[in-house]
């Protein structure tokens, strides 16, 4: 893959059998497409972030592929910012849609090109993104149970 994408492909290693490539973020789609269509990685496990509020590109943004004809898995990570839109790969692997909405309602990863990024967890005027690190869910709830439900929260 280094060869096909040169400096998009940051590192890569291999744990326990499974392949780990760190890429560039706006490479994204493009390089998805590629593992499906030319790796077979056709199957996409599961997408998510994780939150390194310390780091410059706070968030690595994760997607666990599966292919079936390889019976083999691969983990792509790439590293976005805050504000950094993040390629949707919905039109690769549709079940990509509630995966992303999921990170977006999370974790705040906004998804350019998603057909229907909203909240999927959470209610609509929910504040913040649960998921981050820097988030206090302990105020967060008891203010909406307050405000939404007109009772002192059990917390």
């Known amino acids: 893959m280094k060869k096909q994408f040169g400096e998009a492909v940051r590192e890569a290693s291999l744990d326990r059998k499974q392949a780990i490539i760190l890429i560039a973020v706006e490479h994204l789609r493009e390089i998805s497409r590629y593992c499906r269509d030319h790796e077979k990685?056709?199957?996409?496990?599961?997408l998510t972030a994780v939150d390194w509020p310390k780091r410059e590109k706070r968030f690595d943004v994760v997607l666990?592929?599966?292919?079936?004809?390889?019976?083999e898995r691969l983990r792509l990570k790439a590293h976005a910012s805050e504000n950094e839109p993040v390629s949707s790969v919905c039109e690769i692997w549709p079940v990509a849609n509630w995966l992303e909405r999921?990170?977006?309602d999370m974790f705040g990863i906004v998804f350019e090109g998603h057909?229907?990024?909203?909240?999927?967890?959470?209610p609509d005027e929910w504040q913040g993104y649960p998921?981050?690190?820097d988030y206090d869910i302990l105020k967060q709830d008891t203010d909406w149970v307050r405000e939404n439900l007109g009772i002192e929260s059990g917390q």
């Open 64 to 71: 666990n592929l599966y292919s079936f004809p390889k019976n």
């Open 102 to 104: 999921e990170c977006y």
């Open 131 to 133: 998921l981050r690190k």
């Open 115 to 122: 057909p229907d990024l909203k909240r999927i967890l959470m």
């Open 41 to 46: 990685f056709d199957m996409l496990i599961d």
